[in-house]
């Protein structure tokens, strides 16, 4: 089975050939004989009912510096023209990435789109898991001064966050006695029109925050990321180490409870976050991790992607 392959992303030429997980997908997908188009968010069109991209055809090689080539740019039909498109740019999950969603809503399922666009739209990381309250750590959203101050009061030692951001960018930690909390609770509502998360700081952390890949529902893979000395952030953007490592039977618990939502709503591939007993994030945008993985144990979570992928066309 030949598919068209166009895959939505970040320009190629800054990918990381031995970390990026869209690199990978892209690299099995020519290995099974499918061909591939690139294209930016911003060339994503939607007129007269039609959805097109100003997309390049692309080959992909593991040669660092040189890991390649795209075609002349053309105007594509992408219900038309394509079996398949990867929604692979990097969040922040802002109004640009849920327009996109929105447009990409009127060829799916006819062109395959993962993750499905409508389930991704609805399912922004740090909001979806609020879905399984017996699964994550005591969580306040919110943009009001009080109850953040209740929840301190409570909790003691908390985590504050972006509730769209990524990467671990602007996350800070507040423990009991420090006098920054007002302050930064007002830089918060500054800069950001939406609410903020905060979190129980889990002690755990310095352990390892544990990135689960689930393809179809199912748990197939992960890596334990571990903080730098003094950092609370794990993100390996930030520097966090990634290690080997398995599943605990509470991880496998997660795992199971949130399968069938994942199937039932056509995420196909996602990545969950997992500090302790706690699942702190399920990832739908831009799942990274699986070339980590792949290194440390020889899953070949890329291939069961697109074996799910396949099965599906």
């Known amino acids: 089975m030949s598919l068209t392959v166009a895959i939505q992303m970040d320009p190629i030429e800054a990918v990381d050939i031995n970390g990026d997980s869209t690199f990978a997908l892209g690299m099995e997908a020519e290995k099974r004989g499918h061909k591939l188009f690139h294209y930016d968010v911003k060339d994503l069109s939607f007129q007269d009912g039609k959805v097109t991209a100003h997309a390049r055809g692309m080959t992909l ?3 660092l510096g040189n890991h390649f080539s795209l075609g002349i740019e053309t105007k594509i039909d992408l219900e038309k023209d394509v079996d398949v498109i990867l929604m692979r740019q990097d969040p922040p999950f802002h109004m ?4 996109a969603t929105h447009i990409l809503e009127h060829i799916h399922p006819k062109t395959l789109v993962v993750n499905d666009p409508a389930s991704v739209r609805n399912a922004p990381e740090k909001i979806f898991l609020t879905r399984f309250p017996d699964l994550m ?5 919110t943009s009001n001064a009080r109850d953040v101050d209740s929840f301190r009061k409570e909790d003691k030692d908390i985590i504050v966050k972006p509730l769209y951001g990524n990467g671990g960018a602007g996350v800070f930690r507040i423990r009991e006695d420090d006098q920054n909390l007002n302050s930064l609770v007002e830089m918060f509502q500054e800069f950001y029109p939406e609410p903020f998360i905060v979190q129980k700081y889990l002690s755990d952390v310095v352990k390892g925050d544990k990135r689960i890949i689930l393809v179809d529902g199912e748990a197939v893979g992960a890596i334990n990321r571990v903080p730098l000395a003094g950092e609370i952030r794990s993100n390996m953007h ?3 180490e990634a290690k080997k490592t398995g599943l605990t039977d509470r991880e496998i618990e997660i795992c199971e409870a949130i399968g069938p939502t994942l199937r039932e709503q056509g ?3 996602v990545g969950i976050d997992v500090i302790g007993d706690y699942l702190t994030e399920i990832n739908v945008t831009s799942p990274t991790g699986i070339q980590e993985i792949k290194r440390f144990d020889g899953t070949d979570i890329a291939a069961m992607v697109w074996d799910a992928i396949e099965k599906r066309r």
């Open 238 to 240: 930030v520097g966090g």
């Open 267 to 269: 995420l196909l591939f």
């Open 96 to 99: 640009g990435y849920i327009t």
């Open 137 to 141: 750590p005591p969580t306040l959203i």
């Open 61 to 63: 090689r593991r040669e």
